[in-house]
């Protein structure tokens, strides 16, 4: 018999709650959008750090943001079936591939901007106007120098050096990381070459594919792969981390910056169903801005969109001649890198 | 009428379904309807999940389930709780912290074995719940009278008591398998190929929604065989117990070593859910920051309303559909309420697309759709244990209760619903566990700025911010084992 009352009683609580929450969500979102003040971003960055930009913005604006954060790939999914009638003003999604999945999937609309033509370098832009990068990571290689010489690695091609067998770790083909960067040398170098260098590389793989870089790059530090390829920020989150034993580990994996490093972006654009467009526009140009730029990329220790920014321990590990491949043009090529990796039996 | 409804909220459940289907098929980019290498490979890992897990989450659920109903030892029913404790722990969270911290160690964590282990160890509670209600309920009598014919407690287990649980064990085993089935993140991070992984990335990378509509059906197929040979299961044991009279107290008592096994194998399983995180925890507790913690409490009021709501939603669909079945003789009937339980093939974030679709053009509030998608998903996880204890009460008592001039409403309000409420609690608090750890639904259709603690949980996890998941982390462990405190008198009082 005690047992009714408390299903009961918990009903009641939990639709009072929902009903409050939704009420004071609706009221809100229909109040800020009554006077043109509000901005909504879908985003596939979640970082503490950007609420706080947002609210900077909105301070000096007046605009409000609402967030909604997510995978990349689903935002896009999402945006795509919402349609017309999506609330959302801005897509913020990373890595080129998804930048150019949601260009042709037709989700953002051109706009003119000349201080995002000034602050975005003219590669890290869609040539067609629909997205601007908001931050750059780099993909490095990172060796153990007590199991590679790190002399050995001048370029990616280097990777495939029999001298490296199975001293290898890869992240899995699923990473849209790995495809990205297959995609950068297969702009540079052509397919032939590609392919051959990727047989080359699946040959001097020593472990399962992985399925995240802070994994790959504990492994280098403890010496159970002599190197590997990973964005530079996750050696950067160990190494600037509070736990003693995971800065210990990362301080001995090395950087090594191939000529040219693969570099990719967080970018964003004002999406096709947007009502407020102008509002969008502006928190673009502000995120965009060498100020904020910082801001934003300092939160996950990425580098500005020019020049390589003040975070203490990218600086210790140098600078590197980024790869001239654009952006747009590494998305376009996505497909084919991963037929290309699918084929070398990258898994 | 009952058939109006019943058709009503079979056809709610199976309408996003429907448009996805009719979406896949009328899109003209897709490539082809091969499975290709990446869809066999798909299929092959998913079935080996579900065997390796149905066998040893199998196992491990009928034998906590056993020891914590049938035989009695020092600390039982704090164990007999705690085996409800894994079931709150979320399977990505679980690998993922299990991967960190061994990482973290210079260990690799990777691979099916792994991925059967860590699934085995989330899931066994499903197994657990409805074999433990069925030894501590169903032919009590029977297992009295063997005993007092001198059979032993072995023996009296695998004549009497496990026949006599096997529907329950089989529909724990189909329910544990479609979570398998539908998992997402930690067979990702384990390097498994699976079903749905494979659903999404056709849908979402390759643009193909032809091709993740053709391993939907693969995946219908599995569930749907899953719950057929439930069903057929239940069928041939079918026995009627009305319960409720026999005394709680178990049967055997474990002395010396037994009862130092007994120990020992109840408490593993819910000591290593709990070390896992924990230990994890433990290793970056440095990483908590104030500002995690503060955002905390909206959260977790978020996940509890949806998580209280959803199963008030889910129960009582569940339960018309139930009665319906018990009501109707027709084929159609039981058919379509068959059908109600098919959401739970569809991974998450394919039926979450499905109600985009749906409520887009009908400008439905998002949670709304979310809630709508809950139900859908979750009707089987409430009706597989409902319609196992509807079929234990004897058509007898209906028919008494109709020859005295009862309609079926007095009959549900005065036998059946007194009788049903153990299962109805069970079933609820299994909705609300499943919701409070849900994750592609709740990340597809909430609306701005409405995160929930698996939303957040996740996003971190996926970031690899280990530290900054801890806290939600934590808070998802704790809602779990509320609902499982929730559910002593349901196991303990009858």
Redesign the interface.
């Known amino acids: 018999m005690s047992t009714r009352p408390t299903l009961r009683h918990c009903l009641g609580l939990g639709i009072a709650l929902l009903s409050i929450s939704a009420l004071a969500c609706g009221e809100n979102l229909a109040q800020a959008q009554a006077r043109n003040q509000v901005v909504n971003v879908y985003s596939g960055r979640h970082y503490n750090t950007d609420k706080t930009l947002y609210a900077e913005f909105t301070r000096r604006t007046g605009i409000k943001v609402n967030l909604l954060e997510g995978k990349d790939d689903e935002l896009i999914q999402r945006l795509r079936s919402e349609g017309t009638n999506s609330k959302a003003d801005l897509l913020v999604l990373v890595d080129a591939a998804r930048l150019y999945r949601a260009q042709e999937a037709n989700l953002f609309r051109p706009i003119s901007s000349t201080e995002l033509n000034k602050d975005v370098p003219a590669n890290l832009r869609d040539p067609g106007r629909r997205w601007y990068a908001l931050t750059r990571r780099a993909r490095p290689v990172m060796v153990n120098t007590a199991l590679v010489n790190p002399a050995l690695i001048r370029t990616y091609a280097d990777l495939a050096r029999p001298e490296l067998r199975g001293k290898l770790c890869l992240r899995n083909r699923a990473s849209v990381y790995s495809q990205s960067l297959v995609a950068d040398e297969l702009i540079r170098r052509g397919a032939t070459a590609t392919s051959q260098w990727l047989r080359g590389v699946i040959a001097n793989n020593s472990q399962p594919f992985y399925s995240s870089d802070t994994t790959m790059v504990r492994a280098v530090g403890q010496g159970q792969c002599g190197a590997t390829i990973a964005n530079q920020y996750y050696l950067a989150r160990l190494l600037s981390g509070d736990n003693a034993a995971d800065r210990n580990t990362a301080s001995k994996a090395r950087v090594v910056w191939p000529n040219p490093t693969h570099v990719n972006v967080t970018a964003g654009g004002v999406t096709r169903s947007s009502r407020n467009p102008d509002a969008a526009r502006r928190l673009l140009e502000f995120l965009a801005s060498p100020s904020s730029g910082e801001g934003y990329a300092a939160a996950n220790n990425e580098y500005p969109l020019k020049g390589w920014g003040n975070n203490p321990t990218l600086k210790r590990f140098g600078t590197f001649r980024t790869s001239p491949v654009s952006m747009e043009q590494m998305g376009r090529r996505n497909k084919e890198a991963v037929q290309l990796m699918t084929q070398a039996g990258w898994q | 009428m009952l058939l109006v409804v019943v058709v009503a909220v079979s056809l709610l459940a199976l309408l996003p379904l429907l448009t996805l289907l009719r979406q896949a098929m009328v899109s003209s980019d897709a490539q082809s309807l091969a499975l290709g290498v990446d869809g066999a490979e798909q299929i092959r890992g998913t079935l080996l999940l579900v065997a390796g897990e149905g066998l040893i989450g199998g196992v491990l659920g009928t034998v906590t389930g056993w020891l914590t109903a049938g035989c009695s030892f020092p600390g039982r029913r704090l164990l007999r709780i705690a085996q409800l404790v894994p079931m709150a722990i979320p399977a990505y969270l679980l690998a993922a912290s299990l991967?960190?911290w061994a990482?973290?160690r210079?260990l690799?964590i990777?691979?099916l074995g792994w991925a059967i282990a860590l699934l085995s160890l989330a899931n066994y509670g499903y197994v657990f719940l409805l074999s433990t209600e069925s030894f501590a309920v169903s032919g009590r009598r029977l297992m009295e009278a063997s005993r007092s014919l001198g059979v032993g407690p072995w023996r009296c287990f695998f004549r009497v008591a496990l026949p006599i649980a096997l529907p329950a064990i089989g529909a724990g085993v189909a329910l544990s398998a479609m979570e398998v089935v539908n998992e997402l993140g930690a067979v990702?991070?384990?390097?498994v190929p699976s079903l749905s992984?494979g659903i999404?990335?056709r849908?979402?990378?390759d643009?193909d929604p032809k091709g993740a509509a053709v391993l939907s059906l693969a995946a219908l197929a599995i569930v749907g065989v899953l719950i057929a040979s439930e069903r057929q299961l239940r069928r041939r044991s079918r026995r009627w117990n009305l319960g409720g009279e026999a005394a709680p107290q178990p049967l055997w008592h474990l002395l010396g070593w037994r009862a130092a096994l007994a120990i020992g194998v109840t408490a593993l399983p819910p000591l290593l859910a709990m070390l896992i995180p924990g230990l994890w925890m433990a290793?970056?507790w440095?990483?908590l920051t104030p500002?995690?913690l503060a955002?905390l409490w909206p959260l977790a009021?978020?996940s509890?309303?949806?998580?209280?709501?959803a199963s008030?939603v889910t129960v009582g669909a569940a339960l018309l559909l139930a009665i319906v079945r018990r009501w109707s003789p027709q084929l159609m009937v039981r058919q379509l309420s068959f059908v109600a339980g098919l959401g739970y093939a569809v991974p998450g974030?394919v039926l979450a697309?499905g109600l985009?679709?749906l409520g887009?053009?009908l400008?439905m509030?998002p949670?709304l759709l979310l809630l709508w998608g809950y139900g859908d998903r979750f009707m089987a996880v409430s009706k597989q244990g409902l319609d196992a204890a509807f079929e234990r009460i004897p058509p007898s008592v209906d028919e008494a209760a109709i020859s005295l001039g009862s309609s079926w409403t007095d009959a549900l309000r005065r036998v059946h619903l007194p009788l049903l409420?153990g299962p109805?609690?069970v079933g609820?608090l299994l909705v609300f566990v499943d919701v409070v750890k849900e994750l592609p639904l709740t990340?597809?259709l909430?609306?701005?700025?409405?995160?929930t603690l698996a939303v957040r949980v996740f996003?971190?996890a996926?970031?690899?911010?280990?530290?900054a998941a801890m806290a939600p982390a934590l808070l998802i462990m704790l809602l779990g084992l509320l609902a499982a405190a929730?559910l002593v008198?349901?196991l303990e009082?009858r």
């Open positions: 991967i960190d990482s973290y210079g690799r990777h691979g990702r991070l384990l390097g992984a999404l990335d849908w979402q990378v643009g290793q970056g440095q990483n500002e995690a955002e009021l978020r509890l309303g949806l998580a209280l709501t008030g974030s697309l985009i679709v887009g053009p400008a509030s949670l409420r109805l609690l609820g990340l597809a909430r609306p701005f700025d409405f995160d996003q971190y996926s970031d690899e911010r280990v530290g929730a008198p349901a009082r």
